[in-house]
């Protein structure tokens, strides 16, 4: 576990305050716009320094909040792309030309208030085969203006807000099919390998087995190679 973002508050964890958990899928990178404005900010890294789960304080004016940011790539190890097919969604992972989104563009739509930038300027950054998917998310957005142009800000609006609906959909239904199937609340849960473990406990896998935790543990994982192979009788 380590600690960045906002100041250290020892304050702030003596009382309760509402908590509210936040999916993101590959979190860290969502939490790089986030983390700065948390107090007493720690995350919880796995041993390849991939990110599990993040938490902090939000404060504004006298309201505070307790966040919780997990990894949902740490359940669903598959892209939003999929999300569609996997769970039977009627839902579509939108297109979006993250190359055009650099310093020089943005700046420009931000400072200069040009919202609106002709088509013609934003297809280099759009390959060929992608560009009918492109216009299409571009009305669906409502981000084309007159005289062939679009607003690249309204654009990326829409192609969050879309993002953030995949995602829930693919979470709530991944969490009913947990549930139905193993009895299990993946609320409580960070990771699929947490799940499989907690599945293995109830069904008495582990029965007749040593467990072992701390410095010998430690000890033991310096000798393993490759897989895990666990043999019992």
């Known amino acids: 576990c380590r600690s960045f973002g906002g100041e250290y508050d020892p304050e702030l964890e003596i ?21 700065k404005y948390l107090h007493s900010f720690s995350m919880l890294e796995n041993a390849s320094s991939s990110l599990i789960t993040a938490s902090g304080y939000f404060k504004y004016n ?3 909040l307790q966040i919780e940011i997990r990894d949902s790539y740490k ?5 939003l792309k999929k999300f569609g097919k996997m769970f039977n969604l009627d839902v579509s992972k939108e297109y979006m030309p993250y190359s055009y989104y650099n310093f020089t563009n943005v700046s420009s739509a931000l400072n200069h208030n040009n919202m ?9 950054y759009v390959p060929r085969n992608k560009r009918e998917d492109f216009m299409k998310c571009a009305n669906d957005a ?16 829409y192609y ?8 829930k959909k693919g979470v709530e239904k991944f ?14 849960f960070y990771t699929i390998p947490s799940i499989a473990h907690e599945y293995f406990m109830k069904k008495g896998c582990y029965d007749d087995t040593y467990s072992c935790g701390g410095v010998v543990r430690e000890f033991i994982n310096r000798f393993l190679v490759g897989g895990r192979i666990i043999i019992k009788e």
């Open 175 to 188: 969490s009913e099919w947990i549930d139905e199937a193993l009895d299990i609340d993946v609320r409580q």
């Open 116 to 124: 609106y930038v002709s088509i013609k300027d934003v297809y280099p």
């Open 15 to 35: 009382r309760s305050y509402p908590k509210y958990v936040i999916y993101a899928h590959n979190a860290r990178y969502d939490l790089n716009f986030i983390m």
């Open 62 to 64: 006298n309201k505070i």
């Open 75 to 79: 359940l669903i190890t598959a892209p």
């Open 142 to 157: 409502g981000a084309l203006g007159e005289n062939k142009t679009i607003s690249m800000m309204k654009y990326a609006e």
């Open 160 to 167: 969050c807000k879309k993002d953030v609906e995949v995602l």
